[in-house]
């Protein structure tokens, strides 16, 4: 195999010279070596030149093994220009063209140069290439921390989509290989005045790997801890791509990992994981937020991957993690105080898994196959050489009364407990076993928001809530982010909860459920359930996919929004053969009588729409054979009648509130157009029409006699009170002729009193009216002047006939 030493593709001879501030050197490259200067200061003015007929510029790039004159037109172009030396290494499928080789002999005139010495790496199709660093060791560093020794190397992963960084390392680690697919490179960083120190990293044909790129570490026998991280940090993993590192553990060794600095990206498709896959044993596969596993069995592979993340919105975070694994011996015995005292329901129980298993648990200095530590205890644990998949850990209690009186007043919360990090496992399920008095009902309530069933079309993504009769069947499976406001069953029930995949339950601020006992119901089983809109709601018979007991029945209480309606389609029903009684699907309104659907066993289940809050009421009979079980797909949607309904109403509204408006002003028009009726009785003879602000005065004290309006009774009354105060009438019911007198007021002039005159019809003038308006002329037809009348037999000729009041009562 050829090695490539530095100081053989550097150059074969030099010859340096400074004349008049310029720098020249005489290069001649080594076959199949590129050597690239280039500036490293932006805008300056130092070029470098070659060739005979002296091209300057601020890059040159030699490639072939022919002598070179290069000239740089600045005293110092070391502060300017820094130097890449390239070289080319290619692997068949079974060896490669050279070795990395680093070392100083010879190089000294580019001491004061920025240099990087790079080797591009190349494998077979489908084939990695590996590079051995057992001799000198790696440790991978993060991107701004300098190495002790100022020797820094760089790995890099050409791939499709661009180039991955898989790490930047410097000397002395437990990081003994590295293999990367199909190609990349490997290149060590050396500043200014920085000797190189002699070593060399042995290339050869990698393993048919399927990730980005495999680290092997060998930990060390001792206690000790490393700092990895993934691709490209602390910038973002490559989307949807997988890293490997690969861990040596000595005899007696246990490992232990955790995540460190974790961003998470929004995944489109998959989801990130952390995979551990060692001999003889199962994958284990768990989220990066999950407790990570002790490992003590031997060396393990941990693969990280990543799902196609979101990268649609800018600034979306993307995948990045710093893993630390800690390593040390396995035969430390753990010790684990278990303190339940704030845990009145709940027990812990342990339980060892395997046989084969070298775990071993002890209570109390017992070793035991099960141990269950009681609720409102405190108990000593310890555990030697137990891994996680070695211990099933899981808790459960007893919730319940023998008569109402004496159970609960108040719901119960039903919480993930928070357990001692010194268990050898997490919490796997959580058990609370509810047991109402006899006949009684047991109502669940969700803390974090309505409930829905595990179906298909309809998963649940994260914790599963599992609600079972005594006898074992499954009433259903739940989970929260649905329309179930509470759910009632009439018997006792255990409510599990658990993590899809068998991952470990976390504990939450709110309880997941609350519980409580209370009396009899009609049903078996009764959910209330508030759709919403927008958003289909599947609901299946209890425990389905097993049919329903004979003569089970069971209830929805829906609750619509305002002005929606519900659309109901029946689908995946499975119908039995009935020995006794029928099964029923029944729709009803809530209030009303009147079913609004029924089918039966023997008849089809065509979906129907109700407009109001109703129930959904479903029963079995006694089955010959078969099952029944339905899913109902429950959706909102407009209720078109109401609308019209109310279209309507609010249609004749607003023609009745048109109409009201157009006779108000038709009417308000006419009272403009009409005049007040007004009776006066005026003595003293003064004429005045209405309209006018206030009457016309004769003289000062005759105000007295004008009324705006009088009755008759009014009228003569005061004739029969003033005539009497005059004497010319005498208090007797029988009418009396008027006589006519002459009195004398004080200013002289007489006056006939005690008789109606007409100014219309004497020829006797008023006095004169003052100056108006035409239309305040018009002769008050509706005005008349009352005049009093005389006996029929004693009718006296100068009144003229009577006349009736007007205007009167």
Sequence with gaps: MHSSRVTAFLFFYYFFLAVSGVQRLTLTPDRGTTLNISSQVKGSACKVCSGARRRCDTTLVLKDSTPVVVEFDCRRPEDVFRVEIIRNIECTTKSCSGDIIQADSGLHLWLDFHRTFTWNLKASVLKAIQVDFSKVGLRQMSPSVNCPDRHAYTMKAFQATGTVVIGKYCRAGPISSAQILNEGSFSLDAPPGLKLQSDQFGVSVGEEIKSLAKITVSLPHQSSSIELLSPNFPESFPDDDVMEWYFHIEAKQKANVEFLNLTQPRCLKKETAAEYHSKGREALVLRLTDTQPVQNRGDFTLTLRNCEMDRRRAGSPGLSVKIKV??????????????????????????????????????????????????????????QDCLPNDVLVTASGVIGCTQLKDCPKSPVPLSVPSLPSCLPGPLRAVTWALRPPLHGTVELTSSIGPLQQHLPGQPCNDSIITVSEDDGATVGHFCPQGAIQKVQIHTKISVTVTRKGGQALRPAVKPLLMASLKEEIAERYIFTVSPKRDKTVLLATPGWPEGMESYATVSWIMSLPPKMEAHLMFFNISQPKCANRHTNIRVQRIGSLEED???????????????????????????????????????????????????????????????LVVVCFVIKKKKKKLEHQVSIYNPNGTDFRAGHNGFPKSREDNESHVYASIEDTLVYTHLLRKGAEMGVYTESDTYQPFMEQTLVSKDGNTMEVAVYQDYLLSDQQAPPLPNRPPSHNQALVDNVIYQSQPSLDEHSAKMGPRLEPEGGN
């Design 326 to 383: 800690s390593a040390s011996r396995a035969s430390s015995q753990v010790l684990c105080g278990v303190d339940l005292r704030k845990m009145k329901v709940l027990s812990l129980h342990l339980e060892r898994l395997s046989k084969a298993s070298e775990c071993e648990m002890k209570m109390n200095s017992v070793t035991m196959e099960k141990i269950t530590v009681p609720s409102g205890s405190v108990t000593q644990l310890s555990f």
């Design 597 to 659: 659907y029924s089918r039966r066993e023997d008849e089809e289940a065509e979906e129907t729409s109700v407009a109001e809050n109703f129930y959904l009421n479903m029963s079995n009979c006694m089955p010959e054979r078969g099952d029944f079980k339905v899913i109902t797909e429950l959706t909102l949607q407009k209720n078109m009648m109401l609308v019209t309904i109310v279209s309507v109403v609010a249609a004749l509204v607003l023609l009745f509130i048109v109409v």
